[in-house]
């Protein structure tokens, strides 16, 4: 499920969740909710997720549009089966919109 969720600044972020409810990713921060919802049918149509492991070897990815645009950044994961797997719910978030 993604919601577009209103911050406390104002601004608009996308919330990315599991089936369960639980929080896969948040997004950046955007001017207006239609921003927000442009740049999700933009992510729907064809997500790059850039797989990173931090020094500490923990797992994460990041959320980018086709053209590159980094859209947000997962939480971490203590192993790359994890990451994998959070890379699937946030592909089934997509369809639960």
Not at 20 to 26: A, D, F, I, M, V
Not at 59 to 71: I, R
């Amino acid at each position: 499920m993604v919601e577009i969720v209103k911050n406390k600044t104002g601004e608009y972020q996308l919330h990315f969740k599991s089936s369960t409810g639980s929080s896969l990713l948040k997004s950046i921060s955007f001017k207006s909710e239609e921003d927000a919802e442009a740049i999700l049918q933009r992510i729907i149509a064809k997500p790059i997720f850039e797989r990173k492991t931090n020094h500490q070897g923990k797992f994460m990815v990041s959320l980018k549009t086709a053209s590159g645009e980094q859209v947000g950044q997962s939480n971490m994961y203590t192993s790359e089966a994890g990451m994998e797997n959070g890379i699937k719910n946030l592909i089934k978030s997509f369809s639960d919109s």
